[in-house]
């Protein structure tokens, strides 16, 4: 059973940063991506980054370019997004997900066929 648990978020003031964990089980992950999205109040879950669990190759939106670092740590399978110079507008449920890698579409999350069940970030001062 494939089973994607985040962690690491919680309430920190603007100009933090955060480092979200998730942790991959239930199945290699060796030919997926893993993605991370977020979803505002109010607004629909966006596409903030992904990783290629093979290579390593990062993706991000373009808007999320800077401030948000993915990794992962294939010993311990689990991915990591670090968020620095946090903004009141980050705060949002962040959910990984994974899909196979394709070679295309990590933004879309329609392709992920495992999710988390969320993280919450809260920034505020």
């Known amino acids: 059973q494939v089973q994607l648990v985040e962690s690491g978020g919680g309430l920190v003031q603007p100009g933090g940063s955060l480092r979200l964990s998730c942790a991959a089980s239930?199945?290699?992950?060796?030919?997926?991506?893993m993605g991370w999205f977020r979803q505002a109040p109010g607004k629909e879950r966006d596409f903030v980054a992904a990783?290629?669990?093979?290579?390593?190759?990062?993706f991000y939106k373009d808007s999320m370019k800077g401030r948000f670092t993915v990794s992962k740590d294939n010993a311990k399978n689990t991915v990591y997004l670090q968020i620095d110079s946090l903004k009141p507008e980050d705060t949002a449920v962040y959910y990984c997900?994974?899909?196979?890698?394709?070679?295309?579409?990590?933004?879309?999350?329609?392709?992920?066929?495992?999710w988390g069940q969320g993280t919450q970030v809260t920034v505020s001062s």
């Open positions: 239930g199945r290699t992950f060796r030919h997926h991506v």
């Open positions: 997900a994974a899909k196979g890698d394709t070679g295309r579409y990590y933004h879309l999350e329609s392709e992920y066929n495992y």
């Open positions: 990783i290629r669990w093979n290579s390593g190759t990062p």
